[in-house]
């Protein structure tokens, strides 16, 4: 059976992020981030349109990952997730490929992914730039850009 990826609604990618990835998280989430590369932040990123991308196999949702331009000039990849029996298969490597695609003028690309999906983001191209630190919610992440 076969994978189609496609573009999604705020409400559609905020129903899986706050039901699967962030399900403790007490502050509001947001369709943008303010957060700049290696952590400074700008309220300027609100400007932007957000990308929302939706991986569906059959009719089930089973991943998902938003982008945005950041008022610095580069990109961020931010939500990546993927339904649990589906990991392993490549669906968030392919995610991430399709997001790079959407980064146009953009001098780099980059994430702040958790420790346990950096192989993901590894695979795909994305080079470690900073120490694995513990975010609001206990989770070790890190800086990495394509």
Known sequence: MSIILKEISWDSIYKVWRKNLWPNRNIYIK??????????????????????????????????????????????????????EHRGEGIGQTILRQTLEFKGNSTFVWSYPRQSSWSTF?????????????????????????
Request: proline share 4%; charged share 25%.
């Open 31 to 84: 369709s943008i981030s303010t957060r700049l590369y290696l952590g400074e932040t700008d309220e300027k990123n609100s400007i932007y349109n957000p990308i929302f991308l939706g991986c569906y196999k059959a009719d089930k949702l089973i991943g998902v990952n938003s982008s945005h331009k950041c008022s610095d000039g580069s990109y961020r990849s931010r939500g990546l997730w993927v339904d649990p």
């Open 122 to 146: 590894e695979n795909v191209g994305f080079s470690l730039t900073s120490d694995w630190i513990p975010d609001d919610d206990g989770i070790l992440r890190a800086y990495c850009r394509f």
